[in-house]
């Protein structure tokens, strides 16, 4: 792999300056929030490894590293759900990016079957315990995961 | 800290019970990403331990964990952007929550005064390399960071 980005910039340089310089974890990634284009919902969190952002930026279609399946991952491969990315952003310390996407398919992007991972709400303002109930924010599936997927997800 | 959370969860029951059953990392955190209750916007992306997890969820106002400074964090203490937080949902396999929230203050989330971490956009469908130039999607700043935080962040 010859992907390069710029490295060692100082704190401020990767806050301050408009060079993109991403910083790999131990485990040699960046996390990345995924919303939809247009109505800006939050669909999913992932990761990327040098290989998966350089995929995503230069075919302008959403690749990921598979931390499950240990293996740069383009999302769709399988269900047909593939990510056009709209606008990328990078956070201020540069260890994550933000992606604005349009999914294709179902428009699904949750291996659940839903349009987002994010479809039950935490409830506020309890005493936290074991039995702490959630409630569905959108329990509907666009398709059904076992049909696409099998054993497998993404 | 007497803070408990469900445990052991299958895979199945992690994904379709409504249970909250956080799935910490090797640090003991979740990731958690952070929008605007009004605009959906992203803010920021943060990390929560079991304590900043509860304290969140039992106050109603965002508390993280500080990976640099290692320490529980409520958001604002320092610069009064308290986050009041309208919504928590949490994700499919429960490694990751989502917040909405209410910024007190002059509303700014990020530590360098903007409005969200995410202030600098990345090119798409260029060749990756190391000189890869950004561009500032919002590079006004709602306060000067060195008359909040001296030295610190937060």
Redesign the interface.
Known sequence: MS?????GLSKSDL??R???APRFDASGLV?C?V?DAE????L??AHMNAEA??AT??T?EAHYWSRSRNRLWKKGEDSGHVQD?V???????QD???LKVRVRGTGAS???G?VS?????????????????????DADRLFDPANIYGKTSG
């Open positions: 992907v390069t980005f710029a490295e806050e301050d408009l060079v993109l996390t929030v919303t109505s800006g919902m939050v999913m969190l952002l350089a930026i230069e302008r990315v606008e990328m952003r990078v956070d201020c310390d994550a990016v933000l949750c291996h659940t839903r991972c994010f479809y039950r709400t935490v409830p506020l303002g309890d005493k936290v315990s074991p039995d702490l109930a959630l409630s569905f924010a």
